[in-house]
Each structure stands twice: as structure tokens, then as C-alpha cells.
């Protein structure tokens, strides 16, 4: 058995006043993650875990990294035919969380999934490293497959084929939006009384509610 029960810590770094928040949850959203970024003690400020529902009914969790945010949404890229490709076909509603150690704060937002347009996910395959264009091709991401050769002999004649040529973006593969409806942040605090400050949108304005830690 591996015994946990005595870890635990007291979080002391900050505080979270509905007085002190601005009415819009990105701003307040941007502001995190600026300090968060600023100060350095994360690896990747932009991971943020991906929940989605199955068409079987389970639920599954994976890290995806965000990759830009504004009023319309957070915005990450993917393989469309990976199993959270199916699963936000099926179930478009999703959640997504951050969790910054460094400074004891969580940020979850419940939203719906959209594909972006095909000419902003192009814009962005083209901006990636060559070795991840190809990648992108190589994968078939989900499925079960023979051994790690079968990628490394894929890549190999996917380098071949586009030599000196710009790589196309596979179809199959680009970005989704997830334009929220609740985003709640959290901030650790002494004796587990953490602060929780909900925004919900409600008819095209955001209510700011706290909730009970
Ligand atoms: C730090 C980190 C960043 C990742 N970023 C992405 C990403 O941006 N897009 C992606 O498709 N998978 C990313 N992955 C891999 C996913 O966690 C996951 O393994 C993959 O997308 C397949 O998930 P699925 O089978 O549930 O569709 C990342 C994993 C880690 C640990």
C-alpha cells in the first residue's frame, strides 16, 4: 500500500476578492497566466488538462497545450480523428483545467468545443517546426499500432516524399475553440479555505459568484 494521507500543504500564496476582479473572466484569465509565466517556476504555463465525454458514455482526461486565447475562446490543435476528436463530435461540451503549482491556483472552464476555420488551423501548421508538420502526418493519433518502427519507417518515407517542399496540413488535423460558459478560479488559502470565484455567462454578461471551498 502506498500511504499519501500525510501529505498535505497549507497554501499561503495569494488571495481572490470579488472587489479586485475585473467583470470579464479572460482579462482576469490573462492576468494569471502572465504572473504565472512571469515568474519562471512553471515548465509549461500553457498546459491545461482536456476532459471530454465518450460516446460510450466514459469520460476521458488528457494534457493538451493552449495555444491562444481571446474573448471568442482557448484554443488548442489536434488530431481531428483522435479519440477526443470523436468524443467531441459526439459530445461537444468539454472541460478544461489548469492547475499552476507554483503559485496555488486552478482555473477550470466548462465550454463548447468548435473546429476553427480551416484557413486559421492551415495558418498555424504552417508556423510549426518542420518536425512537427511531419509528425502530424506520421500519426494516426489514438489508434493501436505494431511497434515504434512503424513510425520511425513512416516519418522516414514522409521525408522523402516532401523534400524540399513546404508540407501540407493533413486534413484530419487543426484546431478547436473552446468558448466558454463557466470559469471558475481558484486560489489556495490557509486551513483548506480556499477561494473559488465562478463566472457564469448569463444572457451575454458574466455574474461572478464564490463558492464555498
Ligand atoms: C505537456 C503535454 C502537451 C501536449 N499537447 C498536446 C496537444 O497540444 N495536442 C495534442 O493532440 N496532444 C497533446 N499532448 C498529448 C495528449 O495528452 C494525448 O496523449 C493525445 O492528444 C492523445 O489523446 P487522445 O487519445 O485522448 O485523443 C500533450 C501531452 C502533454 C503531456
Partial sequence: MMDLSDFRKQYTKG????????????????????EVQSKGKEQETNAM??????????????????????????VFYTNYNSSKGQSIEHNNQVCISFFWQSME?????????????SEASDQYFQSRPRGSQLGAHVSNQSEVIESRST??????????????????????????????????FWQGRTNRLHDRLVYKQKSSTWVIERLSP
Fill in 151 to 184: 513510425l520511425e519507417n513512416r516519418l522516414k518515407s514522409l521525408e522523402d516524399q516532401y523534400k524540399n517542399q513546404p508540407i501540407p496540413r493533413p486534413t484530419h488535423w487543426g484546431g478547436y475553440e473552446v468558448s466558454p460558459h463557466s470559469i471558475e
Fill in 105 to 117: 491556483r486552478q482555473v477550470i472552464i466548462q465550454g463548447t468545443a468548435t473546429k476553427l476555420p
Fill in 15 to 34: 488571495q481572490l476578492l470579488a472587489s479586485e476582479v475585473p467583470p470579464n473572466p479572460i482579462i482576469l484569465f490573462r492576468d494569471w497566466f502572465d
Fill in 49 to 74: 488538462t482536456l476532459s471530454t465525454q465518450q460516446s460510450d458514455g466514459g469520460v476521458a482526461s488528457r494534457v493538451v497545450l493552449l495555444k491562444e486565447v481571446s474573448d471568442e475562446g482557448f
